[in-house]
């Protein structure tokens, strides 16, 4: 299956399994006449395959040493494409950034195998928006003196989020505009 199939597969299940109609309350508070649910897709054992290929083919040519986000959304894509990745012969190591220091045991933000000063990264997400969480976490990974290489998300809601990352090399996989959900 070559790139475009994948790519025509992947919005196909997009539109059947993660798109809701009606009015939902977004995370931001906003109110919106659709909802995405990225996890339909992204814990979904076909959905899941498909979008670690995709990033994959995104990354042809981009060095980086590990892949992840903010949590929960990137978890399932940072493993799926790391997964996948380990079997390219450029192995991507995967890690998961939460939202505030864990509490209790290693008491850690960043969890996985340790990201090292100097090391290119690659941050993941199911959906964006504004794009404020992502860039919540970009500033984490930057703070271990991580260079973060590449976004990319599996949809842009286009409601701010491509101006907030253009400095890291945006990459929505779709665009609200494609899911013809544009208003």
């Known amino acids: ?28 508070g906003k109110k919106s006449d659709y909802y995405i649910d990225g996890k339909q897709v992204t814990l979904d054992p076909h959905g899941i ?20 986000g903010p949590t929960l959304g990137a978890d399932p894509i940072a493993a799926a494409v ?5 079997q390219t012969g450029r192995p991507l190591k995967a890690f998961i950034v939460r939202k505030e220091e864990k509490k209790h045991g290693t008491q850690k933000r960043i969890e996985g195998p340790a990201l090292n ?4 990264v690659i941050v993941v997400e199911d959906v964006v928006t504004s794009g404020k969480s992502v860039k919540d976490a970009i500033e984490v990974i930057e703070k271990l003196g991580c260079r973060v290489v590449k976004v990319i998300c599996v949809v842009d809601r286009e409601e701010g989020a491509g101006k907030l990352l253009t400095d890291y090399n945006f990459s929505p996989i779709f665009t609200k505009t494609e899911l013809g959900l544009a208003s």
């Open 49 to 68: 395959l498909l979008v670690g290929k995709m990033i994959l083919a995104m990354l042809h040519g981009v060095q980086a040493e590990a892949v992840g």
């Open 82 to 86: 790391a997964l996948l990745s380990s």
């Open 117 to 120: 000063k100097g090391e290119r």
């Open 1 to 28: 299956m070559d790139e475009n199939e994948i790519r025509g597969e992947l919005l196909k299940l997009v539109k059947e399994k993660a798109v809701r109609k009606g009015e939902h309350t977004l995370s931001s």
